[in-house]
């Protein structure tokens, strides 16, 4: 039982590392494919987000 | 642990963007649109103003006096109306995931159990990190008013959140003198390097014009986090294991 709790403990410590980092990873990828991509059709399809969100735009 | 952490993710980046891509469509958008009336009234003799106007609007056109190599082929721009509009959905979809994503790993990365207060407690720290930091070097603008370079903005915007966000996790989290002096000095630092340089030219668009779109911009982001914060929460908790609800809570 003690042993199993610990191993759950450790894999869940180790899961929710990968998970963070994951979602951290996708997270700031999808805020610069909608804020800060430079390429122009992304530029110009996120024009009024961007703006209304005060992203640098231009 | 990571399904949940996206589900959520995706849930409330759908229900913030659904939100906020009305009030955008209602509040702001609007006065892009009338900014890029005047911006391209304002510039006769650029390629913009003796171009018959079209029937998409001017996203690049008004800004065609910076780059002149571009007239040769045109840039993909969605249409007007409709289609501009989906896009502002899409991207709004795009950032509320992005930023969903961003509020859950810290929650977690902090050791905080997501619920919705405090996910909204979080969801404030990220607007005074990427929306009211930033803002007060850098005002939200309406086209034809930036000044400086792009990438300069992008730099100083970049640097702020980060800043900032850094700061608030020193003084709010960390929570003892030395972190509170250091966050204070990591939030004020950007402000006392100094922003880019904010527009001072003469333009014909109307100053009330700027400063509405400043404060809905503002409201905007507020409401778009608000919601991000507490779907977030909720939607954790509505999928976290029924057993461990309670326990975990």
Redesign the interface.
């Given at each position: 039982m003690t042993t199993q709790t610990l191993t759950q403990t450790g894999t869940?410590a180790n899961?929710?590392f990968?998970?963070?980092?994951?979602?951290?990873m996708?997270?700031?990828?999808?805020?610069?494919?909608?804020?800060?991509s430079p390429a122009?059709?992304l530029h110009?399809?996120?024009?009024?987000?961007?703006?209304?969100?005060?992203?640098?735009?231009? | 642990m990571l399904i949940r952490l996206l589900s959520a993710a995706l849930a409330a980046g759908f229900l913030a963007a659904v939100l906020v891509t009305g009030l955008e469509l209602a509040l702001t958008s609007p006065l892009i649109i009338a900014a890029e009336r005047y911006e391209t009234q304002a510039t006769p003799g650029s390629a913009a103003a003796v171009a018959p106007m079209p029937d998409r609007l001017p996203i690049v056109l008004a800004h065609a006096g910076h780059d002149h190599d571009s007239k040769a082929a045109p840039e993909w721009q969605p249409g007007a109306g409709l289609p501009r509009m989906l896009f502002t959905g899409l991207a709004t979809l795009v950032g509320g995931i992005g930023y969903a994503l961003l509020l859950g790993a810290v929650m977690l990365a902090t050791g905080r159990e997501p619920s919705p207060e405090r996910g909204l407690a979080f969801a404030v720290a990220g607007f005074l990190a990427v929306a009211l930091a930033p803002a007060l070097g850098l005002p939200p603008e309406l086209p034809g008013s930036e000044a400086a370079p792009l990438v300069a903005r992008q730099v100083w915007w970049l640097m702020t959140a980060a800043a900032t966000a850094m700061g608030i996790y020193l003084i709010a989290i960390r929570r003892v003198p030395i972190t509170i002096l250091g966050g204070l000095v990591l939030i004020v630092a950007p402000h006392l390097a100094g922003a880019p340089e904010v527009a001072a030219t003469p333009s014909e668009l109307p100053a009330g014009l700027a400063a509405q779109f400043a404060a809905r911009s503002l409201a905007i982001a507020f409401v778009f986090w608000a919601v991000i914060g507490l779907a977030f929460g909720r939607a954790w908790q509505t999928f976290g294991p029924k057993t461990a609800a309670g326990a975990r809570g």
């Amino acid at each position: 039982m003690t042993t199993q709790t610990l191993t759950q403990t450790g894999t869940r410590a180790n899961e929710g590392f990968v998970a963070i980092a994951v979602a951290a990873m996708l997270g700031l990828g999808l805020v610069f494919l909608a804020g800060f991509s430079p390429a122009s059709a992304l530029h110009n399809a996120a024009h009024d987000f961007r703006h209304t969100q005060n992203f640098p735009c231009h | 642990m990571l399904i949940r952490l996206l589900s959520a993710a995706l849930a409330a980046g759908f229900l913030a963007a659904v939100l906020v891509t009305g009030l955008e469509l209602a509040l702001t958008s609007p006065l892009i649109i009338a900014a890029e009336r005047y911006e391209t009234q304002a510039t006769p003799g650029s390629a913009a103003a003796v171009a018959p106007m079209p029937d998409r609007l001017p996203i690049v056109l008004a800004h065609a006096g910076h780059d002149h190599d571009s007239k040769a082929a045109p840039e993909w721009q969605p249409g007007a109306g409709l289609p501009r509009m989906l896009f502002t959905g899409l991207a709004t979809l795009v950032g509320g995931i992005g930023y969903a994503l961003l509020l859950g790993a810290v929650m977690l990365a902090t050791g905080r159990e997501p619920s919705p207060e405090r996910g909204l407690a979080f969801a404030v720290a990220g607007f005074l990190a990427v929306a009211l930091a930033p803002a007060l070097g850098l005002p939200p603008e309406l086209p034809g008013s930036e000044a400086a370079p792009l990438v300069a903005r992008q730099v100083w915007w970049l640097m702020t959140a980060a800043a900032t966000a850094m700061g608030i996790y020193l003084i709010a989290i960390r929570r003892v003198p030395i972190t509170i002096l250091g966050g204070l000095v990591l939030i004020v630092a950007p402000h006392l390097a100094g922003a880019p340089e904010v527009a001072a030219t003469p333009s014909e668009l109307p100053a009330g014009l700027a400063a509405q779109f400043a404060a809905r911009s503002l409201a905007i982001a507020f409401v778009f986090w608000a919601v991000i914060g507490l779907a977030f929460g909720r939607a954790w908790q509505t999928f976290g294991p029924k057993t461990a609800a309670g326990a975990r809570g």
